[in-house]
């Protein structure tokens, strides 16, 4: 009873001073990351950020540009073979698959290994067949940012090997794998937890296992503190400077998010603060955002008249060419959002079923969603216009007959103006 009297009283209060209750935004976690940011892969929208253009090293999460140039760039099926220039460079301490000078294979088999197992030797390779040296596939790479429109970002080398001059943000290695998750091949490799690579000229066959934690999963790790089951793609990169890093991509009820982490530490209890904050900034996006549809594909957005088309035609259904679906906030599945609607400009008859005929456009903290607007039927040109001209042709013909046959005067005015 007591329990009751109080809930009673507590909401008495509330009533009477009107103390507001929040159902916003929840804040911002606390992460030890020295830099963050959590994107919505589809709009780029910003959901959360913590120094996100801040000049970082970006360690091994360099190699997810390497990967998506060599897919651009090669036969995944091509025959490599290892030139020793490529290996001899790394310094002891970097990881590598321990590749061999003179091994042969083929481009995929490099590109695993290099993602899953992050082998800084499998970059190298790759560099050097598409490019024929590092500094020129870093042309190469540092060119990409640029089509990309990324201003704080310089690569010196393929695989992330600690420089001064190689450095990137946490924006920018977002809209990167932004770019790279639009390639299927991509998407299917980064998502793979171990790889096979065959039995080489040098080596039998040999198995490499993710170090990406939020994918690994088994009975074993029912109780892991890493895996996460939205995850579906990333990228793991530590150096002493840069500490340690992670890219990774996850999907929930078709909301896909883009998380990247720079510069992070260990947790207590030597927990990897890269995957813990990570979990942590992605359940923060998946409480906070999701995905609405606004309008149906064939949904009618609005109507129009034709002037020029026949009676039975010419009132138009506009139908919207595509589902349209938003990001938002929770707190706006209820809200109503107004579109711009724009019609060509002097549309007229005939017009073909399913034709562009216009745009209707959201826009939704300061996101643009837009989709084409179609006809629903086909417009026929109407003849009404033709028609009354051809009448009044045959008007005036029979009467100039009649005039000619009947009106002796204007027989005699005719034949006198023609003789002249």
């Keep these: 009873m007591r329990i009751k009297k109080f809930l009673v009283f507590l909401i008495v209060l509330i009533f009477i001073f009107n103390v507001p209750i929040s159902y916003g935004v929840s804040d911002a976690p606390d992460v030890s990351a020295e830099a963050a940011i959590l994107i919505d892969s589809s709009s780029e929208k910003i959901l959360y950020s913590k120094n996100e ?65 992050s082998a800084n030797d499998a970059a190298n390779v790759l560099a050097y067949h598409i490019s024929g040296s590092i500094d020129a596939f870093a042309v190469l790479m540092n060119n990409k940012v640029s ?20 450095f990137t943000t946490a924006y920018d290695l977002s809209i990167i794998m932004k770019y790279c998750m639009k390639n299927e091949t991509f998407r299917s490799l980064s998502s793979l937890k171990y790889c096979t690579i065959p039995a080489t000229n040098k080596y039998d066959e040999r198995v490499f296992n993710t170090t990406n934690e939020l994918l690994i999963y088994d009975n074993r790790e029912v109780d892991s503190n890493y895996y996460y089951k939205y995850a579906i793609a990333g990228k793991t990169g530590y150096t002493t400077q840069a500490k340690n890093c992670l890219v990774s991509v996850s999907n929930k009820d078709n909301l896909e998010l883009i998380c990247v982490v720079l510069g992070v530490g260990l947790y207590p209890n030597n927990l990897s603060a890269k995957f813990v904050d990570t979990k942590t900034i992605f359940d923060y996006g998946y409480s906070n955002y999701t995905i609405r549809k606004l309008r149906d594909l064939n949904a009618i957005a609005t109507q129009i008249e034709i002037n020029n088309g026949t009676k039975e035609t010419k009132n138009l259904d506009v139908l919207i060419s595509s589902d349209i679906s938003v990001l938002v906030s929770r707190d706006d599945l209820e809200t109503e959002f107004s579109p711009e609607i724009s019609i060509n400009e002097n549309l007229s008859a005939p017009i073909s079923q399913g034709q562009i005929i216009g745009k209707i456009v959201y826009n939704i903290d300061e996101i643009e969603y837009s989709t084409d607007l179609i006809a629903s039927h086909s417009v026929k040109k109407s003849n009404f216009l033709i028609l009354i001209v051809q009448i009044l042709l045959i008007i005036l013909i029979l009467f100039f007959l009649y005039k000619l046959l009947f009106d002796n005067n204007f027989e005699k005015m005719f034949f006198r103006k023609n003789i002249k």
């Excluded at 540009?65 to 073979?81: G, H, P, Q, R, Y």
């Excluded at 970002?153 to 190689?166: A, L, Q, R, V, Y």
Aim: glycine share 6%; with cysteine.
């Design 147 to 166: 089509e990309l429109g990324l201003k704080n970002t310089h690569f010196t080398n393929p695989s992330g090997i600690h420089d001064e001059n190689h």
């Design 53 to 117: 253009n801040g000049k970082m090293y970006p360690a091994s999460t360099t190699k997810i540009l390497t990967a998506i140039l060599t897919i651009e760039n090669c036969n995944l099926d091509d025959v490599v073979s290892v030139p020793y220039e490529a290996i001899s460079s790394i310094s002891s301490g970097y990881s590598v698959a321990a590749l061999q000078a003179g091994e042969q294979l083929t481009v995929r088999h490099l590109l695993q290994v290099m993602l899953i197992y």
